[in-house]
Structure formats: C-alpha cells, structure tokens
C-alpha cells in the first residue's frame, strides 16, 4: 500500500492510496483512526467491518468510522485499487451532519449523485480544475449525508447579513489573493466554520471561495502580462501560484492560449486571439 498525503490542512486531510496487493496475501485487521470517506477510481477489493461484507468497485465508497476496526480483502484483485480518501475532524462531521448511524454505513454503491463528486475531487487532486480539494471533500461529505439520509437540503435565500459576508470575503480574498490562503483562514476571516462558510459564499456568489481565488490570481496576471515587463515565471509567483507549470496549466485552460500567447497579443499581436476565437466558433 502505498500513501501519499495530497492535502493537510486544518479540518480536513486528503490522501491518495494505492494497493497492489495480491489476492494469495493475508488480509490483516486496520482500524480507522477518525471519520474518513473514500472514493474509489480503480479496481475493485472487499471491506469487512461490523460483521459486514461490503464488495467496492470503481465508483464505491467507503466510509470510515474511528474506532472501527476493518480487513480489505482482494480475492478479485486484477489491476490494482486506488482510492482519494478524505479525512475529517469531529468538527466538521458535526457540521455536515452526524446522523445516528450514518458514518457507519461502511460501503455504498456507485451511485451518480457521489460518482460526480469523486471525479470532481480527482480532477483537483490532478490539477485539473480550479476547485479546492478541501472545498470539494465537504462537498462530498455532505453529499453522501444527504443521500444516505434520504434527505435533500433546501437551497434559501441568503439574509443580507451573510450577502455582506460574502461580499466582503470576496474582497478580502481579491485584496491578498497574492498570499498562500486556504479554506480555514478564509473561514476565520468570515467568523463562521469551513463548512458555513463554503455553503454561504458559494450560494451568494456562485463560485466557491477556492474557485474565486483561483480566477483573482488569474485576472491580476493577465493585467500584469499586457502590462508589465516582468518575466512570466515572476509574475506567477508574484499573483499567487506556488508553481509555473500550475500557473500555465491553469491559464490556458482560463483563457485557451498559453500565458506567452496571451503577452503576444496584448502587446499587438492579435492574430493569436482571432485564430482561437475562428476555431472555437467552427468547433
């Protein structure tokens, strides 16, 4: 088993886990250190907790409950499994909600209202979209709260207290977008739990505050590469991104030209821009 630790910050933790163990290996007895679920994208292997046999595939969840002890077995074992596992405080399983038995439902199907979710997580965990793994793991937590309790919460109209909130999170945001922020420091900002203020800030605004970020970090550079002589690896930096690759990575995708393409043109060359706005058009 291999794990590698993707996200540790405040509330919550992400790792990626791998096995290849082979289905003629002893299973051996784990126990689940705290609340934990996990989305499995390759493979298939059995979960044996509380007396119960749960077969999980590609797509499955898993749920831990700490203090639970549990065996996987792999007499299926063909290519490996892989699961993105999201560890969670007490704290934050209060607050997505800790229905009588509901965190120890052990395994659940696939099912699309999750699935959608698991993949959603894997793109962040891979860079492939600009949500927060954090802000992605309480989506999918309480997602499955709601599923399994059969219960759907109602979208409301946010007060204008938390509007002004959220607005005001938004500026904060867009003011220090330049500084390493996560979740848990945004959430203080705003006086309310990670949890809170992820539901408030996405209904007022439309985006999470991850997202909003992200897109901050991408208007200030795209103003500093038509406007400033500074190098693109410099200006990466200097709006936010940890990484150049993440930053180009994350630019094209925004504006579907590299962050040099996108200099090009604003400094005249607008031939880049027209070539990729004909080709969208007859796609």
Same mark, same amino acid.
């Given at each position: 088993?291999?794990?590698?630790?993707?996200?540790?910050?405040?509330?919550?933790?992400?790792?990626?886990?791998?096995?290849?163990?082979?289905?003629?290996?002893?299973?051996?007895?784990?126990?689940?250190?705290?609340?934990?679920?996990?989305?499995?994208?390759?493979?298939?292997?059995?979960?044996?907790?509380?007396?119960?046999?749960?077969?999980?595939?590609?797509?499955?969840?898993?749920?831990?409950?700490?203090?639970?002890?549990?065996?996987?077995?792999?007499?299926?074992?063909?290519?490996?499994?892989?699961?993105?596992?999201?560890?969670?405080?007490?704290?934050?399983?209060?607050?997505?909600?800790?229905?009588?038995?509901?965190?120890?439902?052990?395994?659940?199907?696939?099912?699309?209202?999750?699935?959608?979710?698991?993949?959603?997580?894997?793109?962040?965990?891979?860079?492939?979209?600009?949500?927060?793994?954090?802000?992605?793991?309480?989506?999918?937590?309480?997602?499955?709260?709601?599923?399994?309790?059969?219960?759907?919460?109602?979208?409301?109209?946010?007060?204008?207290?938390?509007?002004?909130?959220?607005?005001?999170?938004?500026?904060?945001?867009?003011?220090?977008?330049?500084?390493?922020?996560?979740?848990?420091?945004?959430? %203080?900002? /705003? *006086?309310? @739990? $990670?949890?809170? +203020?992820? !539901?408030?800030?996405?209904?007022?605004?439309?985006?999470?505050?991850?997202?909003?970020?992200?897109?901050?970090?991408?208007?200030?550079?795209?103003?500093?590469?038509?406007?400033?002589?500074?190098?693109?690896?410099?200006?990466?930096?200097?709006?936010?991104?940890?990484?150049?690759?993440?930053?180009?990575?994350?630019?094209? %995708?925004? /504006? *579907?030209? @590299? $962050?040099?393409? +996108?200099? !090009?043109?604003?400094?005249?060359?607008?031939?880049?821009?027209?070539?990729?706005?004909?080709?969208?058009?007859?796609?």
């Amino acid at each position: 088993m291999v794990a590698t630790t993707t996200l540790r910050q405040g509330q919550i933790s992400v790792i990626d886990y791998r096995c290849d163990t082979a289905p003629d290996e002893k299973p051996y007895v784990e126990q689940h250190g705290d609340h934990s679920i996990s989305y499995v994208r390759k493979g298939s292997f059995g979960y044996a907790v509380r007396g119960e046999t749960f077969e999980l595939v590609a797509g499955s969840v898993l749920i831990g409950h700490p203090g639970d002890e549990f065996m996987c077995t792999h007499d299926h074992h063909v290519c490996g499994d892989e699961c993105l596992a999201f560890h969670l405080t007490p704290e934050i399983v209060d607050a997505v909600g800790d229905k009588s038995g509901i965190w120890r439902t052990g395994g659940i199907p696939p099912l699309p209202e999750l699935m959608v979710l698991g993949e959603l997580a894997q793109g962040a965990a891979e860079g492939r979209n600009d949500i927060g793994l954090d802000e992605v793991g309480l989506m999918f937590a309480s997602r499955f709260v709601d599923v399994v309790s059969g219960h759907r919460r109602k979208k409301q109209g946010a007060p204008a207290r938390d509007r002004r909130r959220a607005v005001e999170a938004a500026m904060w945001l867009d003011a220090h977008s330049q500084d390493e922020i996560d979740l848990d420091g945004t959430a %203080r900002e /705003a *006086g309310l @739990s $990670p949890f809170h +203020f992820l !539901r408030l800030f996405s209904n007022v605004l439309g985006v999470t505050p991850h997202q909003y970020l992200v897109r901050s970090r991408l208007r200030h550079a795209a103003r500093l590469l038509g406007d400033d002589a500074r190098t693109i690896t410099d200006i990466a930096f200097d709006v936010g991104f940890g990484d150049l690759s993440n930053f180009v990575r994350t630019f094209h %995708r925004a /504006a *579907g030209v @590299s $962050p040099r393409a +996108f200099r !090009r043109a604003a400094k005249g060359d607008r031939k880049i821009l027209q070539e990729k706005l004909a080709a969208t058009a007859i796609g």
